[in-house]
């Protein structure tokens, strides 16, 4: 795996190895992304293999602006009214699909396609650059941590992807908030930075909420089980002894291993730190024989609902 500097010049190795049907891990302000050439079928292909991601999990398709998504989605109102607000931004927004040269297998041949125009200036560069959109998930084996910082994906990713583009701590540390506009009732797939509340109020209506059905499973980001350290996870532990291995919200007890998302108790830095701080600590677990950690509570305003649906899945069983 090539490691590449943030600069001009390394856009362009970057751009020209995706030209090549490579893949390559890059920053997002939202979580690292794991990059192909959506028009190119053998790096789709590559994606899937490389994250063991099944291949009816559609891949979110990333562009560099509102003229070039309409190439590959029909805007109605809503989506309209939410990209014109949130792009570029935290937002992906499912739409109908229209007919292009994106490959089948990124949207896993469904009618509909989910679209994002990231802020991130690295991410936008290099499509830009490539000049097509580009197809990528999160960087990370399917159903495990996410990776929120070039150190992560490389310990997780480097054997298996052809580069990865350092551009530092995502800022925003969550996958964004995905809303469903392709279907009569929207509704919100996945929480993230940009709240359910912040939605509804910039919408002046209430879009519901459906990313806790596993019955009813559109988005695998859904699914009960996600985001998984191999450590155990046990959530709302807000009395650690010795011993323990804990994550905690507020000032870290003193002598108890572990780290504090937020020493001031501030939401958005604990979801900044949340994947990092979790890598940390599965492998201070690993490192004494599998000890679960422990998390304090989070309360659950504002972007608190997106670090507790994280959480929930990671500890699934
Ligand atoms: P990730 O793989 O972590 O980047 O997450 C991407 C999320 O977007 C997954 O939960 C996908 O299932 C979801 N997604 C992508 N395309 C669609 C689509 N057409 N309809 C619904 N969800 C989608
Ligand atoms: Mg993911």
Redesign the pocket.
């Known amino acids: 795996m090539k490691i590449i500097k943030n600069s001009l010049e390394g856009i362009k190795v970057a751009a020209e190895i995706l030209k090549d049907n490579g893949v390559v891990a890059f920053p997002t302000e939202t ?1 690292y ?1 794991l990059g192909a050439n959506a028009c190119s079928k053998e790096a789709v292909t590559k994606v899937y293999t490389i ?1 063991k ?1 099944p291949s009816f ?5 990333h562009v560099s602006s509102y003229e070039m998504a309409k190439e590959y989605g029909v805007f109605n109102d809503l989506a309209k009214k939410l990209t014109q607000k949130y792009w570029p931004g935290p937002l ?1 927004i ?1 739409v109908e ?1 229209k007919k292009s040269d994106i490959v089948e297998a990124a ?2 041949s ?5 679209l994002r125009c990231p802020s991130n200036i690295i991410a936008l560069d290099l499509i830009r650059e490539l000049n097509k959109p580009i197809a ?3 960087a ?1 084996i ?1 159903g495990r941590l ?1 990776c929120t910082n070039p150190e992560d994906v490389s310990g997780k990713l480097k054997s298996r992807i052809d580069a990865l583009v350092d551009g530092g701590k995502s800022e925003l540390g969550l ?2 908030t ?1 809303v ?1 506009c ?1 279907v009569e009732t929207p509704c919100i ?2 929480l993230g930075n940009i709240t359910v509340e912040e939605i509804n109020s910039s919408l002046g209506y209430k879009i519901v909420p459906n990313f806790q059905t596993e019955s009813r499973v ?5 699914l009960l089980k996600h985001y998984s350290p191999d450590a155990e996870l046990y959530l709302n532990q807000n009395q650690p002894s010795a011993g323990d291995i804990f994550l905690s919200f507020g000032p870290h007890p003193k002598a108890i291993d572990g780290l504090t998302l937020s020493e001031s108790r501030n939401l958005e830095e604990a979801a900044k730190n949340l994947f990092t701080f979790l890598h940390t600590l599965d492998r201070l677990s690993k490192a004494r024989g599998g000890v679960p950690i422990k998390v304090a509570s989070i309360p659950s305003n504002g972007v608190g609902a997106a670090i507790n649906d994280r959480l929930q899945r990671a500890a699934e069983k």
Not at 57 to 61: D, E, K
Not at 110 to 114: D, F, G, K, S, Y
Request: proline share 8%.
């Open positions: 979580v992304g994250k991601r999990n559609p891949l979110i398709i992906t499912v699909k949207t896993a469904l009618e509909t396609i989910a990528a998930p999160s990370n399917s996410t996958e964004s995905v469903d392709s797939l996945r559109k988005s695998p980001g859904q």
